[in-house]
Every structure is written in C-alpha cells, then in structure tokens.
C-alpha cells in the first residue's frame, strides 16, 4: 500500500514542524510512543539516531527512517519503510548500545 502524493506532502510539511531552529528534532515528540503501521502496533520508540527512530518490540529493534513517520501525536503512525534494512540498522545500532567502553584507567565511559 502505497501513501499518496497528499499524505507525503502533509507529512513532510508536519515533520518539518517537528524542527527546532538547528534542524534537530523535537526528541520529546517521537520517544517513548507506541508506533503504528497499518492499525498494527510494531512497537515502541525508545531513541533517535540521526534521521532515524529506534524501535523495540518483544521480537528485535528497528531503525526507521523518519521520513516513514505520518503523524506524531498520542502514537507515532508510520507508513511503508524497507523492514529488512530496518532491521538491519536496528541490529547494528544495539550491538553498539551493547558494548561497554572503558578509558585507560578501567573506567566504564559511556
């Protein structure tokens, strides 16, 4: 299912409304929510990075662009997103949260 010409333009125009002055995103507007495709929860925001909204579910992470995003207000409702580079980038973004980094004292640095 494919989103219409309207819904990417409506889209685009409101996460453009989702930038601050710096072109950062307003992170409290996209974490810590159910996310929904398709009246389907997929799971819940839980970090940004970069372009991207990191997704968990009970199965595996997610990394969404967030181009995907249709709307964002109670839930985040995203439309289509390539699910295999998703997962992929999701993958690789909490192997990295899962390695610990230590200075040259033995001290744990985050």
Not at 30 to 41: A, S
Not at 101 to 110: L, Q
């Amino acid at each position: 299912m494919h989103m219409s010409i309207i819904a990417k333009i409506t889209g685009f125009l409101k996460k453009n409304q989702n930038l601050k002055n710096d072109g950062q995103f307003e992170v409290h507007l996209y974490i810590g929510k159910f996310v929904k495709q398709n009246n389907r929860d997929i799971g819940e925001s839980i970090a940004i990075e970069g372009k991207r909204i990191i997704i968990k579910n009970s199965e595996n992470i997610l990394s969404i662009p967030v181009e995907a995003v249709i709307r964002t207000a109670e839930n985040i409702v995203v439309g289509d997103f390539d699910r295999e580079e998703s997962l992929r980038f999701g993958k690789n973004w909490a192997d990295r949260k899962d390695v610990l980094k230590f200075d040259d004292k033995g001290m744990m640095v985050s």
